[in-house]
């Protein structure tokens, strides 16, 4: 089955940059989309970007629009989340998950079908 997993995550001051990596394996051949979610401590699970599994189409969730950027390395076959201008409500366990279906835009959980376990990220003031 399909295998991902989250790091790169850690403590930052505000204002500060981190890069989250989602490093994939199994048969992801038939994955159609990537996408980041995070989720804080008594909050639902909230949608932060998605991208193409080929890379040419991306999306993110308004709260960190301009500030957040996904890419994917194929080589690599890792989807990476570059967080700038970090903000102290960022902070949260961020999670990685895959799709088989793909839609113009896909913003909840039920539509991924594997999750990894998340790396939490924690922005100091």
């Known amino acids: 089955q399909v295998q991902l997993v989250e790091s790169g995550g850690g403590v930052v001051q505000a204002g500060g940059s981190l890069r989250l990596s989602c490093a994939a394996s199994g048969p992801t051949s038939s994955m159609s989309v990537l996408g980041w979610f995070r989720q804080a401590p008594g909050k639902e699970r909230e949608f932060v970007a998605c991208?193409?599994?080929?890379?040419?189409?991306?999306w993110y969730g308004d709260a960190v629009k301009g500030r957040f950027t996904i890419s994917r390395n194929n080589a690599k076959n890792t989807t990476y989340l570059q967080m700038d201008s970090l903000k102290p409500e960022a902070t949260a366990v961020y999670f990685c998950a895959a799709a088989k279906d793909w839609r113009p835009v896909m913003l909840r959980e039920y539509e991924y079908d594997y999750w990894g376990q998340g790396t939490q990220v924690t922005v100091s003031s």
């Open positions: 991208i193409r599994w080929s890379g040419r189409f991306t």
